[in-house]
DNA sequence: CAAGATACCTTGCAAGACAAAGTACTTTGC
DNA sequence: GCAAAGTACTTTGTCTTGCAAGGTATCTTG
C-alpha cells in the first residue's frame, strides 16, 4: 500500500533534487533511496516522462567506474513546475493533517 | 496531477471520519469536499474495498429526504489499519518535507 | 575470464482516481 | 400532476504511475 502514498510526490522529489544540482538517475535512485523505497524501474519512466515535458535536459558523460552516464539537468520550465508542486504538496499535506487531527469543522 | 496525491490517503482520510462516527457515503462525499476534490466514482468503490477487506461494515437506513443512505460504520480490524496508515502517513510527509526543505546528507 | 558493481532501458501488470452515465427517491414550483 | 432539482447509490471505461522482472553494456577485481 505504501506504494500509493509516493503518486505524484515521486516527480516533486526530482524536481526538487535537480533544482539543487545535476544527478543521473542511478545516483537519483540511491538518494531518493534513503527516504523511501524505489527502483530504477520507477525512476527511468519517470525521466523520460519529464523530459518529454520539458522539465528537464539531459547530457551523457563518460565515466571510469562503469557504463556512460546519463545526467539530467532542471530547466526554467521544470523550476516553475516544482514551485507549484511544492506548494501543492504543501497545501494537501496540510489539510490530512488537520482531517486527521480532527480540525474540521464536523460534527 | 493533484489527483495523484490523493493515492493512499483517500482511504485513511474516510477510516479517519468513520472512526469518529456512522457515515453514509454521499455525506463523506461532501466533507472530503471540504478539503479536497473528490466524487462518488471514487468513494464508492472505495467503500467497496474497505468493506470487502473487512475494514468497515454498513447497513441501510430510509430517509425522508431521499433515497435510502448506505451507512458505514468502521470494525475493530479498520481501526487497527486507520492507526497504521496514520503512521505510515506521519512518518512518509516527514519525509517528503525533510527532502524538499534540504535537509537530507547530499552534497 | 568470471563475478560483481555500476548504469541504463523496456515490458507487463496492478492500483486507484475520476468522468460519465444510469437508476431511483423526494420535494418544490407551475 | 408533472417537470426540475436535489439527494443518494452504482457501474463502466480510461488514464496515470509505481514496480517487479528481465535485458544490455561497461568497468574493476580476483
Redesign the pocket.
Known sequence: ????L??????LCVLTILCRGDR???????IISNC???????I??????LKDSGSID?YIV??????????YSITDDGRTIQQEQENEWRSFSESINKLINGEEGMS
Open positions: 500500500m505504501q506504494s500509493q509516493k503518486r505524484g510526490t515521486l516527480e543521473y538517475g542511478y545516483e537519483l535512485v540511491n523511501m523505497h524505489i527502483t530504477e524501474g520507477t527511468y519512466p519517470l525521466m523520460k516522462r539531459s563518460e565515466s571510469q567506474e562503469g557504463p556512460p552516464r546519463k545526467y
